[in-house]
T-cell receptor, first 115, second 112 residues
Framework: DTGVSQDPRHKITKRGQNVTFRCDPI?????LYWYRQTLGQGPEFLTY????????KSRLLSDRFSAERPKGSFSTLEIQRTEQGDSAMYLC?????????????FGQGTRLTVV | DAKTTQPTSMDCAEGRAANLPCNHS???????VYWYRQIHSQGPQYIIH???NNETNEMASLIITEDRKSSTLILPHATLRDTAVYYC?????????????FGKGTHLIIQP
């Protein structure tokens, strides 16, 4: 399968614990995005990478959230000291570069439940 | 990015054309109209996008009004697998790095 891959698909954690999610984009896509989606809402943009550089972060990305893309390939999203409000689906997307906005390909997401 | 307005939900009979409207009255000249859909428990899937001309691909057709203030996504022969939430998104075309701004979309239910 050559689509966007996310791991794990589901994560249950206790409040206060740290969690880390991984995203493997489509090969050679230099743009990578993280989104968060809560029940009944559309996805909300969190952050964006162009290769290994994190170029934009949403106001939604609090200090407890950190994302990396160390070699411009896979990316990780870490949430420290999780809170119940962090329970959501975390989606990763990738797209090729280029001057015209290109379609984004989404993974199936990681569903986080904080208990 | 300009805001969009979509109906909350729509029904369509299987085999009929599904026409999903979207209003984007504040769209600017360099903003494209994108459509994505999200089937339950999956990530969003790109459908189609356009600037001012009508567009067609293997999934759907996109009709944009001449003043570009509204558009319609057409699924020509809806099947049960087309039941999903459909998002209309307006986005700057200038190679912008910003992410997509999703609203709540239209929940399309295809009835057998």
């Amino acid at each position: 399968d050559t689509g966007v891959s996310q791991d794990p698909r589901h994560k249950i954690t206790k409040r206060g614990q740290n969690v880390t999610f991984r995203c493997d984009p489509i090969s050679e896509h230099n743009r990578l995005y993280w989104y968060r989606q809560t029940l009944g809402q559309g996805p909300e943009f969190l952050t964006y990478f162009q290769n290994e550089a994190q170029l934009e972060k949403s106001r939604l990305l609090s200090d407890r959230f950190s994302a990396e893309r160390p070699k411009g390939s896979f990316s990780t999203l870490e949430i420290q000291r999780t809170e119940q409000g962090d329970s959501a689906m975390y989606l990763c997307a990738s797209s090729p570069g280029g001057g015209v906005a290109a379609e984004a390909f989404f993974g199936q997401g990681t569903r986080l439940t904080v208990v | 990015d300009a805001k969009t307005t979509q109906p909350t939900s729509m029904d369509c009979a299987e085999g009929r054309a599904a026409n999903l409207p979207c209003n984007h009255s504040t769209i600017s000249g360099n903003e494209y109209v994108y459509w994505y859909r999200q089937i339950h428990s999956q990530g969003p899937q790109y459908i189609i996008h356009g600037l001012k001309n009508n567009e067609t691909n293997e999934m759907a057709s996109l009709i944009i009004t001449e003043d570009r203030k509204s558009s319609t996504l057409i699924l020509p022969h809806a099947t049960l697998r087309d039941t999903a939430v459909y998002y209309c998104i307006v986005r700057n075309s200038g190679g912008g790095a910003d992410g997509l701004t999703f609203g709540k979309g239209t929940h399309l239910i295809i009835q057998p």
